[in-house]
C-alpha cells in the first residue's frame, strides 16, 4: 500500500481544525453557560433582600451582594428589588 507525504498532511490539517472548532464552540457553550448561572443568582438575591426587608424593614439600603448593589423599593403592593439594568419585583395580593 503507497503512502502519500500530501495525503497526511491534508488529513493532520483537518483533524487540526476539527479540534479547533470543538475547543472555540465549548468555549462559546461555557461562557453561556455562566451568564445564565450569573442571572439566576442575581435573580435568587433579588428574592433574598425582598424577603430580608419583609422579615426586618430596617435592613440597609443598597445592600451589597458579590459586589453588585440591591436597591430595594417599596409602594403599595409592589415590593422592587434593582440592581444593575434589571428590575424584579413582587406584587401582594391583599
Not at 43 to 70: F, G, M
Request: charged share 25%.
Amino acid at each position: 500500500m503507497n503512502s502519500r507525504r500530501g495525503f497526511v498532511l491534508i488529513e493532520s490539517l483537518t483533524a487540526l481544525m476539527i479540534s479547533t472548532l470543538i475547543i472555540f464552540l465549548l468555549t462559546i457553550c461555557v461562557n453561556e453557560q455562566f451568564k445564565l448561572l450569573n442571572d439566576w443568582e442575581q435573580r435568587v438575591n433579588a428574592h433574598k433582600v425582598i424577603l430580608l426587608n419583609l422579615k426586618d424593614p430596617q435592613v440597609k439600603n443598597p445592600l451589597v451582594i458579590e459586589n453588585k448593589r440591591y436597591y430595594f423599593q417599596k409602594s403599595n403592593e409592589i415590593y422592587q428589588v434593582r440592581v444593575n439594568n434589571d428590575v424584579y419585583e413582587i406584587k401582594v395580593k391583599s
